[in-house]
Protein backbone atom coordinates (compact mmCIF):
# COMPACT_ATOMS: atom_id res chain seq x y z
CA UNK A 1 0.00 0.00 0.00
CA UNK A 2 0.97 3.27 -0.61
CA UNK A 3 2.19 4.85 2.46
CA UNK A 4 1.52 8.01 4.76
CA UNK A 5 3.92 10.52 2.85
CA UNK A 6 2.65 8.89 -0.55
CA UNK A 7 5.70 6.45 -1.56
CA UNK A 8 4.79 3.08 -3.19
CA UNK A 9 5.41 -0.27 -1.92
CA UNK A 10 4.96 -2.27 -5.57
CA UNK A 11 5.90 -0.65 -8.48
CA UNK A 12 5.12 -1.47 -12.63
CA UNK A 13 7.51 0.50 -15.01
CA UNK A 14 6.05 0.19 -18.47
CA UNK A 15 9.67 1.23 -20.64
CA UNK A 16 11.70 -0.44 -17.69
CA UNK A 17 15.12 0.23 -18.65
CA UNK A 18 14.91 3.30 -19.26
CA UNK A 19 17.48 5.35 -17.29
CA UNK A 20 14.73 7.78 -16.00
CA UNK A 21 12.87 4.53 -14.83
CA UNK A 22 15.70 3.44 -13.22
CA UNK A 23 16.71 6.37 -10.91
CA UNK A 24 12.88 6.33 -10.10
CA UNK A 25 13.43 2.81 -9.04
CA UNK A 26 16.26 3.56 -7.13
CA UNK A 27 14.77 6.56 -5.48
CA UNK A 28 11.60 4.70 -4.36
CA UNK A 29 14.08 1.57 -3.34
CA UNK A 30 15.26 3.80 -0.52
CA UNK A 31 11.92 4.69 0.67
CA UNK A 32 10.52 0.63 0.84
CA UNK A 33 9.45 0.00 -2.56
CA UNK A 34 9.35 -3.96 -2.30
CA UNK A 35 8.28 -4.88 -5.72
CA UNK A 36 9.23 -4.05 -8.90
CA UNK A 37 7.94 -4.78 -12.26
CA UNK A 38 10.16 -3.61 -15.27
CA UNK A 39 8.63 -4.30 -18.36
CA UNK A 40 10.14 -3.75 -21.11
CA UNK A 41 12.36 -4.75 -24.69
CA UNK A 42 14.12 -7.69 -23.92
CA UNK A 43 18.02 -7.22 -23.98
CA UNK A 44 21.05 -6.40 -22.19
CA UNK A 45 19.46 -2.99 -20.73
CA UNK A 46 16.51 -4.74 -19.30
CA UNK A 47 18.69 -6.98 -17.64
CA UNK A 48 21.17 -4.20 -16.15
CA UNK A 49 17.73 -2.36 -15.25
CA UNK A 50 17.04 -5.21 -12.82
CA UNK A 51 20.37 -5.65 -11.47
CA UNK A 52 20.56 -2.25 -10.59
CA UNK A 53 17.07 -2.32 -8.81
CA UNK A 54 17.63 -5.13 -6.95
CA UNK A 55 21.21 -3.60 -5.72
CA UNK A 56 19.41 -0.80 -4.87
CA UNK A 57 17.51 -2.93 -2.01
CA UNK A 58 13.83 -4.21 -3.93
CA UNK A 59 13.22 -7.33 -2.94
CA UNK A 60 10.93 -8.49 -5.63
CA UNK A 61 12.04 -7.64 -9.05
CA UNK A 62 10.90 -9.26 -12.20
CA UNK A 63 11.46 -7.78 -15.92
CA UNK A 64 8.47 -8.81 -18.71
CA UNK A 65 8.11 -8.36 -21.82
CA UNK A 66 6.58 -5.26 -23.27
CA UNK A 67 6.43 -3.59 -26.79
CA UNK A 68 4.78 -0.33 -26.48
CA UNK A 69 3.76 -0.72 -30.71
CA UNK A 70 2.13 -4.11 -29.81
CA UNK A 71 -1.36 -2.59 -28.51
CA UNK A 72 -3.72 -5.86 -29.32
CA UNK A 73 -1.24 -7.45 -26.34
CA UNK A 74 -1.51 -4.48 -23.73
CA UNK A 75 -5.29 -5.71 -22.22
CA UNK A 76 -3.95 -9.29 -21.33
CA UNK A 77 -0.30 -8.24 -20.05
CA UNK A 78 -1.73 -5.61 -17.57
CA UNK A 79 -4.35 -8.26 -16.57
CA UNK A 80 -1.95 -11.15 -16.17
CA UNK A 81 0.52 -8.77 -14.10
CA UNK A 82 -1.98 -7.12 -11.99
CA UNK A 83 -3.68 -10.66 -11.43
CA UNK A 84 -0.13 -12.02 -10.42
CA UNK A 85 1.06 -9.16 -8.34
CA UNK A 86 -2.36 -8.46 -6.39
CA UNK A 87 -2.10 -4.72 -7.81
CA UNK A 88 0.29 -1.95 -7.88
CA UNK A 89 0.58 1.04 -5.97
CA UNK A 90 2.33 2.67 -8.79
CA UNK A 91 2.64 2.63 -12.63
CA UNK A 92 5.51 4.26 -14.12
CA UNK A 93 4.98 5.04 -18.12
CA UNK A 94 8.68 5.52 -18.80
CA UNK A 95 9.14 4.01 -22.90
CA UNK A 96 9.88 6.63 -25.50
CA UNK A 97 11.88 7.47 -28.47
CA UNK A 98 13.43 10.84 -29.57
CA UNK A 99 13.49 10.13 -32.95
CA UNK A 100 15.31 11.72 -35.74
CA UNK A 101 13.43 14.56 -36.51
CA UNK A 102 15.20 15.27 -39.77
CA UNK A 103 14.37 12.01 -41.44
CA UNK A 104 11.12 11.34 -39.74
CA UNK A 105 9.96 14.68 -41.18
CA UNK A 106 9.87 12.93 -44.53
CA UNK A 107 9.00 9.48 -43.61
CA UNK A 108 5.56 8.30 -43.14
CA UNK A 109 6.77 4.95 -41.22
CA UNK A 110 9.64 7.09 -38.85
CA UNK A 111 6.69 9.65 -37.90
CA UNK A 112 4.11 6.72 -37.33
CA UNK A 113 7.09 4.93 -35.17
CA UNK A 114 7.77 8.00 -32.80
CA UNK A 115 3.94 8.83 -32.62
CA UNK A 116 2.70 5.20 -32.03
CA UNK A 117 5.41 4.75 -29.33
CA UNK A 118 5.22 7.58 -27.48
CA UNK A 119 1.86 8.25 -27.53
CA UNK A 120 -0.72 5.40 -29.36
CA UNK A 121 0.63 2.63 -27.66
CA UNK A 122 1.24 4.08 -24.35
CA UNK A 123 -2.51 5.39 -24.40
CA UNK A 124 -3.37 2.10 -25.06
CA UNK A 125 -1.82 0.50 -22.22
CA UNK A 126 -2.84 3.64 -19.71
CA UNK A 127 -6.71 2.63 -20.33
CA UNK A 128 -6.13 -0.88 -19.13
CA UNK A 129 -4.03 0.00 -16.17
CA UNK A 130 -6.23 3.12 -14.88
CA UNK A 131 -9.37 0.40 -15.42
CA UNK A 132 -7.06 -1.94 -12.77
CA UNK A 133 -5.97 0.59 -10.73
CA UNK A 134 -9.70 2.09 -10.85
CA UNK A 135 -11.02 -1.47 -9.69
CA UNK A 136 -8.41 -1.91 -6.70
CA UNK A 137 -9.60 1.35 -5.75
CA UNK A 138 -6.09 3.39 -5.10
CA UNK A 139 -2.64 3.80 -6.79
CA UNK A 140 -0.81 6.38 -9.16
CA UNK A 141 -0.30 6.88 -12.81
CA UNK A 142 2.69 9.01 -13.27
CA UNK A 143 3.61 9.78 -16.39
CA UNK A 144 6.91 10.90 -17.98
CA UNK A 145 5.85 13.70 -20.69
CA UNK A 146 8.17 16.28 -21.80
CA UNK A 147 8.39 20.19 -22.04
CA UNK A 148 8.70 19.51 -25.32
CA UNK A 149 4.74 18.88 -25.74
CA UNK A 150 4.05 22.26 -24.23
CA UNK A 151 4.48 23.89 -27.67
CA UNK A 152 6.15 21.91 -30.76
CA UNK A 153 8.95 23.23 -31.79
CA UNK A 154 10.05 23.10 -35.73
CA UNK A 155 13.24 21.30 -34.73
CA UNK A 156 11.10 18.70 -32.88
CA UNK A 157 7.64 18.62 -33.88
CA UNK A 158 7.16 14.75 -34.46
CA UNK A 159 8.39 13.97 -30.80
CA UNK A 160 6.67 17.08 -29.71
CA UNK A 161 3.25 16.13 -30.55
CA UNK A 162 3.47 13.05 -29.61
CA UNK A 163 4.47 13.69 -25.96
CA UNK A 164 1.84 16.73 -26.53
CA UNK A 165 -0.76 14.09 -26.94
CA UNK A 166 0.90 11.59 -24.37
CA UNK A 167 0.53 14.66 -22.06
CA UNK A 168 -3.42 15.54 -23.02
CA UNK A 169 -4.49 12.10 -22.95
CA UNK A 170 -2.70 11.67 -19.37
CA UNK A 171 -4.74 14.84 -17.84
CA UNK A 172 -8.09 14.08 -19.38
CA UNK A 173 -7.60 10.59 -18.13
CA UNK A 174 -6.45 11.78 -14.67
CA UNK A 175 -10.08 14.24 -14.40
CA UNK A 176 -12.13 11.14 -15.68
CA UNK A 177 -10.62 8.84 -12.45
CA UNK A 178 -11.56 12.29 -10.07
CA UNK A 179 -13.09 10.51 -6.70
CA UNK A 180 -11.67 6.77 -7.58
CA UNK A 181 -8.90 7.06 -5.25
CA UNK A 182 -6.54 6.94 -7.96
CA UNK A 183 -4.40 9.69 -9.54
CA UNK A 184 -2.30 10.57 -12.28
CA UNK A 185 0.57 12.64 -12.25
CA UNK A 186 2.61 14.24 -15.68
CA UNK A 187 6.10 14.97 -15.42
CA UNK A 188 7.62 17.25 -18.08
CA UNK A 189 11.32 17.08 -17.43
CA UNK A 190 13.10 19.74 -19.72
CA UNK A 191 16.56 18.19 -21.33
CA UNK A 192 17.93 15.26 -19.35
CA UNK A 193 21.16 14.50 -19.72
CA UNK A 194 21.59 10.71 -20.87
CA UNK A 195 21.52 8.08 -23.35
CA UNK A 196 18.48 10.20 -25.14
CA UNK A 197 20.55 13.00 -25.74
CA UNK A 198 23.78 11.43 -25.81
CA UNK A 199 25.41 13.86 -28.01
CA UNK A 200 23.38 16.44 -28.33
CA UNK A 201 24.01 19.89 -26.89
CA UNK A 202 22.46 20.46 -23.64
CA UNK A 203 19.87 22.82 -23.35
CA UNK A 204 19.57 25.69 -20.60
CA UNK A 205 18.27 24.12 -17.56
CA UNK A 206 20.16 20.93 -18.50
CA UNK A 207 18.72 18.17 -15.61
CA UNK A 208 19.68 14.64 -14.85
CA UNK A 209 17.57 10.96 -14.33
CA UNK A 210 18.61 11.80 -10.58
CA UNK A 211 17.07 15.02 -10.44
CA UNK A 212 14.14 13.76 -12.45
CA UNK A 213 13.60 11.11 -9.99
CA UNK A 214 13.83 13.35 -7.14
CA UNK A 215 11.01 15.72 -8.32
CA UNK A 216 9.08 12.18 -8.72
CA UNK A 217 9.08 11.12 -5.22
CA UNK A 218 8.52 14.66 -3.94
CA UNK A 219 5.42 15.14 -6.43
CA UNK A 220 4.94 11.83 -4.58
CA UNK A 221 4.87 13.48 -1.48
CA UNK A 222 2.34 16.39 -2.11
CA UNK A 223 -0.42 14.60 -4.85
CA UNK A 224 1.20 16.63 -7.38
CA UNK A 225 -0.97 16.29 -10.61
CA UNK A 226 1.96 17.96 -12.80
CA UNK A 227 5.68 18.27 -12.17
CA UNK A 228 8.06 20.15 -13.97
CA UNK A 229 11.82 19.32 -13.92
CA UNK A 230 13.74 21.73 -13.02
CA UNK A 231 10.67 23.49 -11.57
CA UNK A 232 11.78 26.90 -13.19
CA UNK A 233 10.34 25.75 -16.57
CA UNK A 234 7.00 26.20 -15.64
CA UNK A 235 7.42 29.60 -15.49
CA UNK A 236 9.63 29.43 -18.43
CA UNK A 237 6.98 27.72 -20.96
CA UNK A 238 4.58 29.63 -19.28
CA UNK A 239 6.24 32.51 -21.38
CA UNK A 240 7.16 30.09 -24.49
CA UNK A 241 3.78 29.57 -25.14
CA UNK A 242 3.18 33.12 -26.06
CA UNK A 243 6.40 33.59 -28.49
CA UNK A 244 5.19 34.50 -31.63
CA UNK A 245 5.42 31.81 -34.01
CA UNK A 246 7.83 33.48 -36.89
CA UNK A 247 10.60 33.60 -33.75
CA UNK A 248 9.10 30.42 -31.87
CA UNK A 249 10.07 28.41 -35.29
CA UNK A 250 13.96 29.21 -34.72
CA UNK A 251 14.12 27.65 -31.64
CA UNK A 252 16.60 24.95 -31.78
CA UNK A 253 15.56 21.08 -30.86
N1 LIG B 1 16.02 12.24 -21.83
C1 LIG B 1 15.35 13.38 -21.92
O1 LIG B 1 15.91 14.47 -22.21
C2 LIG B 1 13.86 13.40 -21.65
C3 LIG B 1 13.26 14.65 -21.44
C4 LIG B 1 11.89 14.68 -21.21
C5 LIG B 1 11.15 13.52 -21.22
N2 LIG B 1 11.78 12.31 -21.44
C6 LIG B 1 10.96 11.13 -21.49
O2 LIG B 1 11.27 10.30 -20.39
C7 LIG B 1 11.06 8.93 -20.75
C8 LIG B 1 12.29 8.14 -20.38
O3 LIG B 1 13.40 8.63 -21.15
P1 LIG B 1 14.91 8.34 -20.72
O4 LIG B 1 15.61 9.64 -20.68
O5 LIG B 1 14.95 7.46 -19.54
O6 LIG B 1 15.43 7.60 -22.03
P2 LIG B 1 15.82 6.07 -22.28
O7 LIG B 1 16.80 5.62 -21.26
O8 LIG B 1 16.18 5.97 -23.71
O9 LIG B 1 14.45 5.30 -21.99
C9 LIG B 1 13.46 5.13 -22.94
C10 LIG B 1 12.98 3.70 -22.79
O10 LIG B 1 11.88 3.49 -23.68
C11 LIG B 1 12.01 2.19 -24.18
N3 LIG B 1 11.31 2.03 -25.46
C12 LIG B 1 11.54 2.66 -26.63
N4 LIG B 1 10.72 2.20 -27.57
C13 LIG B 1 9.94 1.27 -26.97
C14 LIG B 1 8.91 0.42 -27.44
N5 LIG B 1 8.49 0.45 -28.73
N6 LIG B 1 8.33 -0.44 -26.57
C15 LIG B 1 8.75 -0.49 -25.29
N7 LIG B 1 9.74 0.28 -24.79
C16 LIG B 1 10.33 1.15 -25.63
C17 LIG B 1 13.50 2.01 -24.39
O11 LIG B 1 13.77 0.63 -24.47
P3 LIG B 1 15.25 0.08 -24.83
O12 LIG B 1 16.01 0.18 -23.54
O13 LIG B 1 14.98 -1.31 -25.27
O14 LIG B 1 15.78 0.97 -25.91
C18 LIG B 1 14.06 2.68 -23.16
O15 LIG B 1 14.24 1.77 -22.11
C19 LIG B 1 10.71 8.92 -22.23
O16 LIG B 1 9.32 8.86 -22.39
C20 LIG B 1 11.21 10.26 -22.70
O17 LIG B 1 10.52 10.71 -23.84
C21 LIG B 1 13.12 12.23 -21.64
Request: glycine content about 12%.
Amino acid sequence: MIDAVGQPQSLLVLGGASEIAQAVVASVAGRRCRTVVLAGREGPRLTEAVERARSAGVDQVEAVRFEATDIEGHGELVRSLFDRFGGFDMVLVAAGVLGDQQADEHDPVGTARVITTNFTGLAAAMVAVADRLRAQGYGRLVVLSSVAGDRARRANFVYGSSKAGLDAFSQGLGDALAGTGVSVMVVRPGFVKGRMTEGMDPAPFATTPEAVAESVVRGLERDAQVVYVPGVLRWVFAVMRHVPRTLWRRMPA
